[in-house]
């Protein structure tokens, strides 16, 4: 979802700019845009659409400066416009960049139109930038300008800003979205993720909630929430600038199919001591806060949400932990209630989810005492504000449909089952097994991924497809619901997930010899249910694409089509095994279909407002 470069430099910033809002595509948006002073006067460019036409429009009327800001957007407040699309400017001299959702931007309109103000679009974005130059009149810069204006604004946001009177500062500042400041040489930049700054730094600070940051060529001051001159600590990052790159590949999301095994080796790495799962893994307190829970309560959003139901299974048939999980844009608002020693588990790509981070503080307000949480990113706000975390080592995930993100948080779920399990009721030989399931993993997966071409061909019957209908049952029913979230994602088919056992409560009225079913079939307890089940599609008509365990060798005939998966004597890595085939169907139906893989329409990688 929306991001944000900036930048103050002695060199002119429109080629960083530029390059850093291609870095940020991956995120989603519909509109991009930037503006830079020069000889104290905002230039400004934008254009709907790609950031290829941004550049166009810039090579066609260029435009130069030593401080500016960029902008992609997605639209929340205005359809896709030029009008709408950032940088927004007050009165040719106050420019900003925002992303984040002000909830009281109504109600300062109405008081601004009436002091004058006009208004040229419908984002709630354009409050901000006239509130700070009202504020201008009675401040002595525009750090104050800013710091003033703050109060005034509900919601959350980040920010970028620069004014045509003071050509040598650049202001960021940030509540509820994340901002990052990239420390160069004489010079400093802004972005909403570290991705967009690789090429000119590896050096960031992370701000934090409340956080104010004056920043000038040889200078940058922060101030706190409470307006007080902080140090944030320069952290380098372990990305390097070729991570965001497709290599080889056609699109981001089939190298990241392809990265998986090596994700899940380095998400693995390090955390066993000669072959036993060590609790710090999870954070220094971890074995303090394990020896207390009673109980978990998972919340999370879309794919990071199906990890979590497949932890729920693992949470009580493994360990004999109770578990629940909510969505987490459900979970405040239905007056949950936190038991006494309940572990909150938060699992998100990003870290930044804003309804996960949202549940998190609402969990803790509830006296949740104890948080973890499952992410990809070290310095992220989930990190923060959580007592334990686990990082997830995937490396940077462009595709807006998540593969190895998925995968690695499994992989980190599982592991979290066996720390906190061995506490319950998983006896040590269980650990054994599950341990050496989780090192045969990257083989396995590498296995799978010689199924591209027969899934391939497969992909070709689904080109004139409108619906599909995914089943799996046991802890295989959350990969269904993700192989049906993947296919709708990315080549916009109509896909539902369904327990198999489910089928006779009415999704057989859907059934006829146009619809695709495809059945997940590992070789485990509920195989003879699951036989029953497919037994009713196949005596409808319905096509049936199975996914299944090769050690059960059964063959096709004109209703079946069978994709033999290797097999596995672990099942508790079995739902991980399954989604490689599902994420690699999906991804060649959308080729097909000739839709955006990487950044199907209406999506967002990280999604920062509610």
Known sequence: ????????????????????????????????????????????????????????????????????????????????????????????????????????????????????????????????????????????????????????????????????????????????????????????????????????????????????????????????????????????????????????????MLKEIYQQPQAVRETLEGNFLTNVLQDSAFGHQAAEIFDNIKAIQIIACGTSYHAGLVARYWFEKLAKVPCNIDIASEFRYRSPVIAENTLIITISQSGETADTLAALKEAQKLGAKYSLTICNVAESSLTRESDLSFLTKAGAEIGVASTKAFTTQLVALLMLVMAIGRRFELSERQEEKITTALFSLPEKIERVLKLDQPIKDLSEQFTEKQHALFLGRGTHYPIAMEGALKLKEISYIHAEAYPAGELKHGPLALIDNDMPVIIIEPNNSLLEKLKSNMQEVSARGGQLIVFMDESLKASEDENTQIINIPSITANEISPIIYTIPLQLLSYHVAVLKGTDVDQPRNLAKSVTVE
């Not at 927004?88 to 002091?115: D, F, M, R, T």
């Not at 006009?118 to 006239?130: K, L, P």
């Not at 956080?211 to 390097?240: C, G, T």
């Open 1 to 252: 979802m929306c991001g944000i470069v900036g930048g103050i430099a002695q060199r002119n910033v429109v080629p960083i700019l530029i390059e850093g809002l291609k870095r940020l595509e991956y995120r989603g948006y519909d509109s991009a845009g930037l503006a830079v002073i020069d000889k104290n006067t905002v230039h400004r460019h934008r254009e709907v659409g790609k950031v290829i036409g941004l550049q166009a429009l810039i090579k066609e009327y260029p435009i130069r400066g030593n401080v500016g800001i960029a902008h992609t957007r997605w639209a929340t407040h205005g359809k896709p416009s030029t009008e709408n699309a950032h940088p927004h400017i007050s009165n040719n001299s106050v420019a900003i960049v925002h992303n984040g959702i002000i909830e009281n931007h109504q109600k300062l309109k109405n008081e601004q139109e009436k002091k004058g103000y006009q208004f040229n679009s419908e984002t709630d974005t354009e409050v901000i930038v006239h509130q700070i130059h009202e504020q201008l009149s009675d401040s002595d810069n525009l750090l104050d300008a800013v710091k003033k204006s703050l109060p005034f604004l509900q919601g959350a946001y980040a920010l970028g800003v620069v004014h045509n009177n003071e050509p040598d500062t650049l202001i960021a500042c940030r509540q509820g979205s994340p901002l990052v400041i990239g420390v160069g040489i004489e010079e400093y930049f802004i972005a909403s993720d570290v991705a967009a700054l690789l090429p000119v730094t590896r050096r960031f600070i992370f701000l934090e909630e409340g956080d104010i940051a004056e920043i000038k060529i040889d200078s940058l001051v922060i101030y706190d929430a409470n307006e007080n001159i902080v140090e944030r600590e320069i952290k380098e990052s372990q990305l390097s600038a070729q991570s965001s790159d497709k290599g080889e590949y056609r699109h981001y």
